[in-house]
């Protein structure tokens, strides 16, 4: 188990990032509905993005995945880091692997910038410190802003939250805050981990299971609920005025059968 050198970085990328070209994006996005209208991914490579505040555990959660001890001290990240490791599933012969890529807080803005930023993006996972407040308000602003550009672009992905460092006490209000987050956007609830107790919760076993379901687990923010209510306002009424004007064609054409019929009985009369 190992990071990947810089041939690997660089495959990764080309593989991954290839997005500037727009038909690489549009196939991306067909495998992604047929994925999503199946229901299930039979893919055995899946990418994750890892966003979350600083000094939420992001670097953490990936050192753990490739079985690095828990450092105590903090280190913040400044570029983009990208690990990757084979995930087995209970009862699956095939292995899948998963590429985990860390997004550092201020280069979010940056990489939602881009409308096909999300392309290659499997599974987004949102990392907060589960003792911090703060950690979990910018985490959900996090969720939303990703959450609201993939209802922009097209670009959905199934998202989890992580709730790091569970071996410290949680802030007041924590779970039902998680509760009502997680039921209001209509993804999984939080998945507590501790990787200073090596307690992860089968966490990248979770990941690759919500990637190989990405009809589950996709958020939805109060602005793209508000846009499907109003679609679905005007298709009800396109299809009121269809009914009506249904209605209409076939008493318009009744009307003339008849008045035809009308004339015809005229003429035999005077006949």
């Given at each position: 188990m190992k990071t990947l050198n810089k041939h690997l970085k660089l495959l990764f990328l080309l593989f991954s990032f290839s997005t500037d070209n727009s038909s690489s994006a549009i196939r991306i996005t067909r495998r992604r509905r047929l994925d999503r209208n199946k229901q299930q991914s039979e893919r055995n490579v899946f990418h994750c993005f890892v966003f979350g505040p600083a000094n939420a555990g992001k670097s953490t959660l990936m050192n753990s995945f490739l079985g690095r001890p828990y450092l105590e001290s903090y280190s913040p990240t400044a570029d983009e880091q990208y690990v990757v490791n084979v995930v087995e599933l209970p009862g699956v012969r095939i292995k899948k692997t998963l590429f985990l890529l860390e997004i550092p807080e201020d280069e979010v803005s940056k990489l939602l910038s881009s409308k096909e930023s999300l392309a290659p993006c499997d599974i987004?996972?949102?990392?907060?410190?589960?003792?911090?407040?703060?950690?979990?308000?910018?985490?959900?602003?996090?969720?939303?802003?990703?959450?609201?550009?993939?209802?922009?672009?097209?670009?959905?992905?199934?998202c989890l939250i992580v709730a790091a460092k569970d071996d410290l006490d949680s802030f007041p209000m924590a779970i039902q805050n998680s509760i009502r987050v997680s039921q209001d956007m209509g993804i999984e609830a939080l998945i507590p981990i501790s990787s200073k107790l090596s307690d992860l919760n089968n966490i990248f076993r979770r990941i690759v299971n919500a990637a190989e379901h990405p009809h589950l687990s996709i958020p939805e923010t109060e602005a793209g609920r508000s846009r499907k209510q109003y679609h679905r306002l005007i298709n009800r009424s396109l299809m009121v005025v269809s009914g009506m004007l249904i209605v209409w064609h076939l008493t318009t054409v009744l009307f003339s059968m008849h008045l035809k019929l009308g004339v015809v009985e005229n003429v035999g009369d005077h006949g």
């Open positions: 987004a996972v949102f990392v907060y410190d589960s003792s911090d407040e703060s950690s979990w308000k910018r985490a959900t602003e996090l969720l939303i802003d990703v959450a609201g550009h993939g209802e922009d672009t097209g670009y959905e992905v199934p």
